[in-house]
């Protein structure tokens, strides 16, 4: 028994030291960017700036520009409290706002202020890799809480407290959509962090920059302790990478104002006033709204696709965050794989760089969906990182085979009968079914569906014998038209069954496979265009008929069909 173990895990190696021999992209080729974390692309911003530039362009802007904001104008903080309500639930006083050049820029003001060299600010075990070269450069000790499901664990902070004493001076904390775990903290559990913090006279410095992200988030913790909490909620992560914007919520007006206006001649927190500018047009002219919902549903199309090409990885399709907390295959070490990544033309977020005085990272990695320009790049990037999870996992195959022997494993159709066995196939294996049951259709090379980026073909056996095939493509119905499904609806193709065994249920087998691979990968909607005989099966099997009888020369009368991914269908 002990040497089945020893070579399964010598085959384990082999697979990865295999898999790492791919050959390195070019010096001159520019990587993947999976490892800064920013929000996807949105045809927006390019609008909104070419159009802002221009209305700029016929007025005074160089008085408008010449003198740095420091905290920011009046119409500066007006438009950052107006956002900033949507989080807090109403409208913060403006004197509580101080405009800023960034996050860290504010963070960087906060530890001066409040924590001080010598003193102790708390964080999860897991945090923003940026507070740790801050905490070294103002002589601050970092001291990691313990994280659960939901965030910091509460009974955890409080010992630490009890053990620091008064040298425990903040907490920084990301409590929805945490970078890089993506955990959210109940209102429960936010109101419990509030009342430890209050225990320990701990000021609390809530980052908030993923907050706005989902349509549905908890309230800030800022709400549960409003007297010691600086809340902060930054643009870059929610609009653009191209607004270096940032907003504070200070407790009071008075704390607000001394925190930051001595800090003018000291540090380089102020932000540029062109960039303020554009800012507060976009907060006040709905073109941030506008945005945000072109980022929302492009992070939805990316998280769609992250979950068909890496099925390992437990990610809800519905949330809105763009990062993605990716565990190692045993087989793996964490350097080895960011730099075989890296030799492959993919730059990934090494886990160790968000732990805080533990091991908590060393088995992970993380990846940002958002820095890919297309779905083409983030395509290519999420099948190399699948190749190698794969390869660590002992399969030694490509990442679109490993999905379809890793999910005839785990979804693998109850047959009907003993002679029925249902699984995923190659293209090639329902070649030779396809050609003699879709004539008059011309036969297809392979592959024959080139423009497909994401696809699965499924087969239904009787013994040994192909009974009936289909190929299941991530495609639009329509594609010009955005709709909740966008990015999330797949494609019903070259459905064929042999004469022998039509009306025997292979067929169906085949589609509710496909069917509950689709769910699995986060799919909402199902469609096909199917021939007018098909009809009765379609309709059968819990699909509706879209518009009228399509013509197509040279082929028989079609319709379009389309279903739901909802509960399972039962006719």
Not at 211 to 237: D, F, M, N, Q
Not at 413 to 418: C, E, G, Q, R, V
Request: proline share 7%; with cysteine; hydrophobic share 40%.
């Amino acid at each position: 028994m002990a040497n089945h173990k020893i070579v399964a895990r010598n085959n384990e190696m082999k697979d990865v030291s295999e898999i790492t021999q791919t050959q390195p992209v070019s010096p001159k080729a520019m990587p993947i960017d999976f490892g800064r974390n920013f929000p996807p692309p949105s045809p927006v911003v390019q609008r909104a700036l070419t159009n802002t530039l221009a209305d700029l362009g016929g007025t005074n802007i160089a008085d408008a520009i010449r003198f740095p904001r420091f905290m920011g104008t009046v119409g500066d903080r007006e438009a950052g409290a107006t956002w900033i309500g949507q989080r807090l639930g109403q409208k913060p006083d403006m004197e509580r706002v101080v405009l800023a050049n960034g996050s860290q820029s504010i963070l960087a003001m906060l530890m001066a202020r409040f924590v001080k060299p010598g003193g102790v600010l708390l964080t999860e075990e897991l945090t923003y890799p940026a507070i740790k070269p801050l905490s070294a450069l103002f002589g601050i000790e970092l001291r990691a809480v313990s994280m659960d499901a939901e965030g910091i664990d509460p009974a955890s902070l409080d010992r630490t407290c009890v053990e620091l004493g008064d040298n425990a001076r903040a907490l920084y904390c990301m409590p929805t959509l945490h970078n890089p775990t993506s955990a959210t903290m109940s209102e429960a559990r936010r109101a419990d962090i509030a009342t430890v913090a209050r225990r320990y006279d701990l000021w609390l410095f809530e980052d908030d920059i993923y907050g706005v992200l989902p349509e549905e988030a908890p309230p800030p913790l800022a709400l549960y302790a409003p007297e010691r909490s600086w809340y902060i909620l930054g643009l870059s992560k929610s609009l653009a990478a191209q607004l270096r914007v940032a907003y504070v919520v200070g407790p009071n007006p008075d704390i607000s104002r001394d925190a930051f206006w001595p800090g003018v001649r000291t540090t380089n927190w102020m932000v540029a006033p062109l960039v303020a500018e554009v800012a507060s047009r976009w907060l006040a002219n709905g073109i941030a709204s506008e945005i945000l919902r072109s980022v929302r549903a492009e992070t939805l199309r990316r998280r769609a696709l992250a979950a068909s090409i890496l099925p390992y990885i437990q990610t809800s399709p519905s949330a809105f965050n763009y990062h993605l907390w990716i565990e190692l295959p045993k087989a793996w070490q964490l350097d080895a794989f960011v730099k075989a990544a890296l030799d492959a033309g993919v730059v990934v977020g090494s886990g160790d760089s968000f732990a805080v005085n533990s091991q908590q990272g060393d088995r992970n990695f993380r990846i940002g969906l958002g820095v890919a320009p297309d779905q083409d790049e983030l395509i290519r990037g999420l099948k190399t990182i699948a190749s190698f999870l794969d390869a660590g996992r002992g399969s030694g195959v490509g990442p679109m085979e490993g999905q379809s022997r890793r999910s005839a494993a785990i979804d693998q159709s109850p047959p009907s009968d003993t002679d029925l066995r249902v699984c995923f196939i190659s293209e090639e294996a329902g070649l030779d079914l396809r050609t003699s049951e879709l004539a008059p259709a011309p036969a297809k090379p392979v592959p024959a569906y080139p423009y497909a980026k994401v696809l699965f073909h499924v087969g239904a056996y009787c013994g040994s014998i192909l009974a009936s095939v289909a190929t299941f493509i991530l495609e639009d119905m329509e594609p010009d038209q955005e709709s909740q499904s966008s990015g999330r609806s797949w494609r019903v193709r070259g459905m064929a069954t042999a004469k022998d065994f039509r009306h025997l249920g292979f067929a169906s087998a085949v589609l509710y496979h496909g069917l509950r691979e689709i769910r699995r990968r986060g799919g909402l909607v199902v469609w096909c265009n199917g021939r007018k005989t098909a009809g009765s099966f379609y309709r059968h099997n819990g699909f509706e008929q879209i518009g009228d009888e399509r013509h197509v020369r040279g082929l028989p009368p079609h319709y379009r069909f389309k279903r739901a991914i909802g509960q399972p269908h039962y006719s």
